[in-house]
């Protein structure tokens, strides 16, 4: 065992406990294909009483995960507890001082912290290495970085929030709203009590941040990325997309564009034709469009203790292996400053859906107030309500009726004045849902 690679990990919980399964049953194999032993010698966690289902008679406990990262005793830091800063931050910062290569799954810290601990790791001679951190389970972060060397990545996108695709797709499958899903998913244990961080695009912009770093060559920018969640969506929109030939997904997306990077996080109309249309429930999936490959689409378990241990052991065999590749895929002091393409030049086919009052020339204005601005209607549909079973038998002129319309491609600036200009006309009854559609291949 004396070129055992030794691990440190510090978290205990659903990806540490699986890692540490993981470890002890696929020891011999692990060591054939890593080359030599691979071996939890030391962790950490705050209650050391807890029963976690794995044998820990054999490991170091540290009380304090900052200690466990400098210890004499392992070689690699596994850092499993989450959270942007705090023990986190400061226990991974501590690894590298001390020399010691990491692996973390925290989307969280490297949103925030990624360069910096990118260029500190590189002055230090370690490697950060964050598989688990993007869509879990997905190789995706290996597939950029390495598998990918030889190409220009022209945009990356998916489906990088379980929590959100399990919602979208219990509304399209049973016509239930949001919040009937929302508290499904609650119930079952795919949302967190306070699911703001999933269901507000927050983790799905962690994430893309992480993928556009490799696919650009940029510095991380979290807080550059436009976040739009899912709460707005209603049954009438997805009922008017399937009439329309997509389906609603969440997507993260970063497009290289002429003017820099547009990074986006928004509800999304995909064409049911896509790959990505069909990725349901939890699951995740992320596609490349790159110059020589065309285009890669890889699905997969986005979460979970045994799928995120998976992709958290391929970076501990990379380091077993002696392989090293910048935490980015390039010298992190190359990393270029991010560039950010405006959201208002961001150019696509819009999906609009307004509640128009039924009423004469309600209709002429909205359509003078998009050719105003230059915008051609690829279809509209219009749906009268059904009338209530007491109601007369046509709707009172005014009572308002949904309209959907489909706009060929346009820009994000003149939807919006378009749409501020109806608006202040007057002639509906609340503000307009705006679904951008996506054109994939
Ligand atoms: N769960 C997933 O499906 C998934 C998927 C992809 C990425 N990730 C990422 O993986 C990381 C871990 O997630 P998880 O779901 O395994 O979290 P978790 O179940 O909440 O486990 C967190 C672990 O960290 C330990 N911990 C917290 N604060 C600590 C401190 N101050 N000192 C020592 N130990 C501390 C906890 O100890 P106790 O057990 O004693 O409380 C627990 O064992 C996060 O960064 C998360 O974003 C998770």
New binding site residues.
Partial sequence: MNNALRLGV???????ASLLRLTQRHADELALRCGRPVVVTAV????RN?DRGVDLSSVTWFKD?VALATSGEIDVFVE???GADG?AADSVRAAINAGKHVVT????LLAKHGTELARRAEEKGVSLNFE??AA?GIPIIKTLREALAGNTVGRVYGILNGTCNYILTRMEREGLAFDACLAEAQRLGYAEADPTFDVDGFDTAHKLSLLTAIAFGTEISADAIYVEGIRSISTADIEAADELGYRIKLLGVATRTDTGIEQRVHPTMVPKSSPIARVDGVTNAVAVEADFVGRLVLAGPG???DA?ASAVMSDIADLARGDVVGTFGRPAHTLKPYQRAAMRAHAGGYYIRLSVFDRPGAFASIAKRMAENDISLESIVQRRRAPKADAPEHPRPQEPQPVMLITYDTTEAQVKEALDRIMADGHIAERPQMIRIEQLA
């Fill in positions: 510090a978290g205990l919980g659903t990806v540490g950490s966690a705050r209650d807890r995960p499993l507890m989450g023990v799954a925290n989307k969280a688990a951190a879990g979460a979970g203790g995120t």
